[in-house]
């Protein structure tokens, strides 16, 4: 069965700070991996990742993957708080564009 | 370009009664998938269509869920009875491609609360 873990379940920082969020995956005919940031509705794409070592960037966003280690960690710079949100990792496998969620990171950006 | 679009917004409603949502997914995305998230967790994947047919439907559970995508456009999930562990955020999303490697965008949901 497809696992996805993200650490921490949640976090609380001050405006300003640099966060690192983790993602870890077991899955079958691994395809890609994807961020999404959740706030009180949908999900909206942050990045998929395919390649290993190849950071994908996006303002203070960044992501990478490691396919050797299975994992995936997404950085957040000079955070604000509109960051404010659940952050969702999740892996698609095969050809199906099948996504396995894991249970997201609740990020807090305090003043 | 108009995004995936779900209603109702918000549903409540009583044990065994029954529930349908509604989604209209991006135009000329072939792909829907339903999923089913439970506060605190991620969504979960209950059914996939590519275009009118289903591609998974692995985790829906069967005896109370069903859902169609006629002529392969709009969908509707259905409940019925409503259990108590039903209360979630239905979402619903699309993608361009039949095959991986595109992303899904999400419609904003049906909270539905059983009680």
Same mark, same amino acid.
């Given at each position: 069965?497809?696992?996805?873990?993200?650490?921490?379940?949640?976090?609380?920082?001050?405006?300003?700070?640099?966060?690192?969020?983790?993602?870890?995956?077991?899955?079958?005919?691994?395809?890609?991996?994807?961020?999404?940031?959740?706030?009180?509705?949908?999900?909206?794409?942050?990045?998929?990742?395919?390649?290993?070592?190849?950071?994908?960037?996006?303002?203070?966003?960044?992501?990478?993957?490691?396919?050797?280690?299975?994992?995936?960690?997404?950085?957040?710079?000079?955070?604000?708080?509109?960051?404010?949100?659940?952050?969702?990792?999740?892996?698609?496998?095969?050809?199906?564009?099948?996504?396995?969620?894991?249970?997201?990171?609740?990020?807090?950006?305090?003043? | 370009?108009?995004?995936?679009?779900?209603?109702?917004?918000?549903?409540?409603?009583?044990?065994?009664?029954?529930?349908?949502?509604?989604?209209?997914?991006?135009?000329?995305?072939?792909?829907?998938?339903?999923?089913?998230?439970?506060?605190?967790?991620?969504?979960?994947?209950?059914?996939?269509?590519?275009?009118?047919?289903?591609?998974?439907?692995? =985790?829906?559970? %069967?005896?109370?869920? /069903? *859902?169609?995508? @006629?002529?392969?456009?709009?969908?509707?999930?259905?409940? =019925?009875?409503? %259990?108590?562990?039903? /209360? *979630?955020?239905? @979402?619903?999303?699309?993608?361009?491609?039949?095959?991986?490697?595109?992303?899904?965008?999400?419609?904003?949901?049906?909270? @539905?609360?059983?009680?």
């Amino acid at each position: 069965e497809d696992k996805v873990v993200q650490s921490p379940l949640s976090l609380v920082v001050h405006e300003g700070d640099t966060v690192t969020l983790n993602c870890s995956y077991e899955v079958t005919n691994f395809r890609s991996l994807l961020w999404y940031k959740q706030e009180k509705k949908a999900p909206t794409f942050l990045f998929m990742l395919t390649s290993s070592g190849i950071e994908k960037k996006s303002g203070r966003l960044s992501s990478i993957l490691d396919k050797k280690e299975l994992f995936s960690i997404l950085n957040i710079t000079a955070t604000q708080t509109g960051d404010s949100a659940v952050y969702l990792c999740a892996v698609e496998r095969g050809t199906a564009s099948k996504l396995t969620f894991g249970t997201g990171t609740r990020l807090q950006v305090t003043l | 370009e108009a995004g995936v679009a779900q209603s109702p917004r918000y549903k409540i409603i009583e044990k065994r009664q029954s529930v349908a949502f509604w989604c209209n997914p991006i135009s000329g995305h072939a792909t829907l998938y339903w999923y089913q998230q439970i506060l605190g967790q991620g969504p979960k994947l209950l059914i996939q269509f590519q275009n009118n047919g289903v591609v998974d439907d692995s =985790q829906l559970p %069967k005896d109370r869920f /069903s *859902a169609e995508r @006629l002529k392969g456009v709009d969908s509707t999930l259905k409940i =019925q009875p409503a %259990k108590l562990e039903d /209360s *979630a955020v239905y @979402l619903c999303a699309s993608s361009l491609g039949v095959i991986g490697g595109y992303e899904q965008y999400f419609g904003p949901g049906t909270r @539905l609360t059983v009680t």
